[in-house]
């Protein structure tokens, strides 16, 4: 009897000390890529307040052919602030107070996450925070689902040696990529989904085919559209794929793994077709390597929408290290 009672008293204990160790663990966040929830009254969601909100997150996606909201944006009461929205990635409170402030709080709840607290002593002041505070937010939180998509893709499960070999990178690629054509400085893989396909490209060019600083747009035009001429067709002849004139591409110069990257945001079409669809391209300017190393995204889905499919090849392409010989 007294060897029973001990063996479940161990049990207790064990069962106790380990769920201790759960409870101690942070949840993990929950929800769909490019959603943020906003913890806010309905008075002041349905007013000034509101309105900036929608207007600044909600606004629309560069370089896609439709538009599309940068976030999408699910609103709920401050008195309702528990249980499942608290474990989504990315949080704005905002709501009156005694004090002006801005604060966040990484993994208050859950991780990854972000929490942006906004207080305002009057709408006024709660609308001068968010004026101020946008573009960093929205940099963060950015920042939060591309490391979040990289981290679900895992690293590369595809032959690491076949892009290293060619490119003297590396880059995460997930298994849901196929190789499509492979030359000797190009590679394009691609992933089918059910409203159509995403597709990678890998490729290099001289340095000297953008040495005309004076129009960088135009020299990546011309250098994607003559890749378009070399490997990108549609079935029927004459139907290559071509940066779309009717819209001028958006341009960056960002930092990419320690070099200067021009990055291009459009829409491609096929050439004498009626296919389209919207693409990101990073020229890496490599000069150790004298090169232009180039990654280019592109999705094809004429029935859905396409922002979340566009980031998840951008952050495939920012996975890229490119080695030191």
């Known amino acids: 009897m007294n060897k029973n009672y001990f063996l479940l008293l161990l049990i207790s204990v064990l069962i106790f000390s380990c769920k201790k160790k759960d409870d ?36 629309p996606v560069i370089g896609l052919p439709q538009e599309e909201p940068l976030f999408t944006i699910n609103q709920y009461p401050v008195k309702i602030m528990e249980g499942f929205m608290t474990d989504n990635r990315n949080i704005i409170v905002v709501k009156k107070g005694d004090k002006n402030k801005f604060f966040i709080k990484n993994d208050q709840y859950a991780a990854p996450q972000n929490v942006f607290h906004i207080t305002g002593e009057t709408a006024a002041a709660i ?21 979040e998509i990289q981290r679900l893709n895992g690293k ?37 989904v059910v409203s159509g396909n995403t597709s990678l490209l890998i490729y290099e060019v001289s340095l000297k085919s953008i040495t005309n600083k004076d129009n960088l747009v135009l020299n990546i035009i011309k250098m994607r559209d003559s890749i378009g001429r070399l ?95």
């Open 156 to 192: 590369s499960l595809l032959d690491p040696k076949t892009v290293g070999n060619k490119f003297n990178i590396s880059v995460d690629i997930p298994s849901s990529y196929a190789y499509m054509v492979q030359g000797d400085k190009f590679i394009w893989l691609k992933k089918e």
């Open 24 to 59: 101690d663990l942070p949840r993990k966040t929950t929800g769909k890529v490019n959603t943020i929830s906003v913890i806010i009254d309905d008075q002041l969601w349905n007013g000034e307040i509101g309105d900036s909100i929608r207007n600044k997150f909600a606004s």
């Open 127 to 147: 609308l001068t925070i968010i004026e101020n505070r946008t573009s960093k937010i929205i940099k963060t939180i950015r920042q939060t689902e591309i490391d």
């Open 231 to 325: 490997y990108i067709h549609g079935k029927d002849s004459n139907t290559d794929m071509i940066t779309e004139e009717a819209y001028a591409p958006y341009f960056f110069k960002i930092k990419l793994d320690g070099k200067l990257v021009y990055e291009t945001k459009g829409t491609w079409e096929l050439k004498n077709d009626f296919m389209s669809g919207p693409f990101i391209n990073y020229a890496i300017i490599d000069e150790k390597n004298d090169r232009v190393l180039v990654l280019e995204g592109f999705c094809y889905s004429p029935s859905k929408e396409k922002r979340d499919m566009m980031l998840e090849l951008e952050a495939i392409i920012k996975s890229v290290s490119i080695w030191e010989k």
